[in-house]
């Protein structure tokens, strides 16, 4: 008999493709599955016992935003405690690359304060250069990304809201032809935030059109979440149809303010789907969101210095005029604006107020009813008196559309989340991110094991396998032999998310500060041990995948 490197054994084994477990035994050599069989049969030179715990495919997040949070953090905490083996990075139209100049300005406005960490050395050009500095410091989990629309479109028009010329096109349709060789899984957009709202359909398309000749797919966070739902998810459709490129509709629920549940935009899917379009949805199961309060400004007003800001908004004919803008949502801007719109302002919490500390824990409704002024104008002087620091959770998605989606077949599981640690320069100041520290384990706890909302088999596979499948990679996201060996085991009678709160908020916010899950005992990342017994062991296995059509 073969004495293997490392055989797990007496564990459930889920392979990932939405079978029910079965009892086995699994050796690991060289980085890969070398051999699936019969519980109690393999050898390894080292055993983990697995007994009441699940075997699966390492997780595979295919939207999240950790571009440059993964450089100051490489050994990639928040993710590879929760199980997650491989990132989808660059969505929503953000990628930190192709820059046209060392030092581009406009990039480092739109990623925002990460920018200012030393490991964030902006010393990449090319999207190549990108991919070569995430691998050569090390990585605790694999690495897959998308280049982003927004970043083509700063490197030829920066943020100007006009419509791309010839010459802007020819720019960047060169940029994303050299990124896709260098290895882009696809091109992302992000249609409510800049430079990306300011894009025409047409424009997109033809971009879409070269990430065709890659083999590649469209990634959008599609031009509206609310009123605008439906028509926005009919345009990517759209752009999917006449580029001939396969579609993920980005964390597709509807937002507050929609004028219909998930089943509409679903079946819009559906149809896309029934005409022979590969669509796809990916979501996540939180309903809140704790931006900037300066981030439901216009667009054209929301990256602007926080100086600038305040003196905009301390002019009464100003603010009248922004307060209409808001409302009349022209340029649809992102999902949490959607309460501002409809004045649900007591589903809006402080999270944030370095000025007005005693007001943290507050909702701005209650906040203007203290101060007998209107919701709106308090909105307003939050950000006069805190600047850019003003955070508030916004509870914006309704809990029984993350069930829907969550049910249906072509919608996977992601976080849309980031690589973030509860120390260092990502935890400072402590960001409000539950999708980044629970949202796997979330799942499996509360839509699993506490509520029978999906099978085990259903929701493993849309966190591994159907992932795993939209990006092309044959040989992750399953478990079987030859495949890479990025595994999760896990205790699903044990499993706990420590960083969701649910709604509606108590003050002090339960769960946050965040806190590791608990119940993701072993984490493997190509067949290298990287949580063991749930502490990370320090090795770096991971890999930048890079798209096969570029090879
Ligand atoms: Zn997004």
Redesign the pocket.
């Given at each position: 008999m073969t004495t293997h490197d490392l055989v797990l054994t007496n564990g459930r084994i889920l392979d990932g493709c939405g079978n029910p477990w079965f009892w086995g035994d699994l050796a690991i050599q060289q980085g890969r599955i070398v051999e699936i069989a019969p519980r109690g049969t393999l050898q390894g030179k080292q055993t983990i016992d697995a007994a009441g715990r699940f075997i699966a495919p390492g997780f595979i997040d295919i939207h999240t935003h950790s571009d440059l949070t993964i450089l100051v953090n490489r050994p990639a905490e928040s993710a590879i405690r929760q199980g997650v083996t491989t990132q989808l990075i660059g969505?929503?139209g953000m990628s930190p690359a192709p820059t046209v100049d060392l030092d581009y300005p406009d990039l480092r406005l739109l990623w925002g304060s990460i920018s200012d960490q030393p490991e964030v050395t902006w010393d990449w050009g090319s999207f190549d250069e990108y991919l070569q500095k995430l691998q050569v410091g090390g990585l605790g989990i694999n690495i897959a990304a998308l280049v982003g629309h927004g970043a083509l479109r700063l490197a030829a028009i920066g943020f100007e809201d006009r419509r791309a010329d010839s010459n802007d096109m020819w720019i960047m349709k060169d940029l994303l032809k050299h990124s896709m060789q260098a290895g882009a899984f696809g091109m992302s957009t992000?249609l409510v935030y800049p430079p990306g709202c300011y894009a025409t359909t047409e424009e997109i398309i033809e971009l879409c059109k070269e990430v065709a000749q890659y083999h590649g797919m469209y990634a959008s966070?599609i031009r509206g979440e609310r009123e605008t739902i439906l028509e926005a998810a009919a345009e990517a459709i759209r752009i999917g149809r006449e580029a001939g490129v396969p579609v993920q509709i980005?964390?597709n629920a509807p937002k507050f303010g929609a004028p219909c549940d998930a089943s509409a935009n679903l079946r819009l899917v559906e149809e896309a789907r029934a005409n022979g379009q590969d669509v796809t949805v990916d979501n996540d199961v939180h309903t809140d969101l704790a931006p900037a309060l300066c981030d439901g400004l216009p667009q054209y007003i929301e990256d602007l210095p926080a100086s600038e800001i305040t003196a905009l908004l301390r002019d009464p004919v100003k603010r009248l005029e922004i307060r209409n803008e808001i409302v009349e949502d022209r340029k649809p801007a992102f999902g949490p604006v959607g309460l501002l719109k409809h004045n649900q302002w007591q589903r809006i919490t402080m999270l944030h107020a370095p000025r007005n500390l005693e007001l943290i824990g507050k909702t701005i409704q209650a906040i203007a009813d203290e101060r007998g002024k209107e919701p709106f104008d308090t909105y307003f002087d939050l950000i006069v008196e805190n600047g850019r620091q003003a955070d508030a959770i916004f509870d914006y998605i309704n809990e029984s559309n993350i069930r829907l989606l969550l049910q249906h077949p072509a919608v996977m599981i992601s976080s849309?989340g980031e690589v973030l640690a509860p120390y260092g320069a990502l935890n400072d100041p402590i960001p409000y991110q539950p999708c980044s520290y629970g949202e796997f384990p979330g799942v499996l706890e509360r839509y699993v094991r506490d509520e029978p909302v999906l099978s085990l088999q259903e929701a493993i596979r849309k966190m591994t396998s159907f992932p795993a499948q939209r990006l092309g990679l044959r040989d992750r996201g399953v478990l079987r032999e030859g495949a890479w060996a990025d595994i999760v085991v896990f205790d699903l009678e044990h499993i706990h998310d420590r960083a969701t709160n649910l709604y509606p908020h108590t003050y002090p916010f339960e769960n946050y500060p965040h806190k590791y899950p608990e119940g993701i005992d072993y984490v493997f990342v190509n067949g290298v041990l990287v949580v063991n017994g749930e502490q990370h062991t320090g090795a770096l296995p991971g890999v930048v995948l890079r798209h096969k059509t570029s090879r």
């Open positions: 969505n929503c992000g966070h980005s964390h849309d």
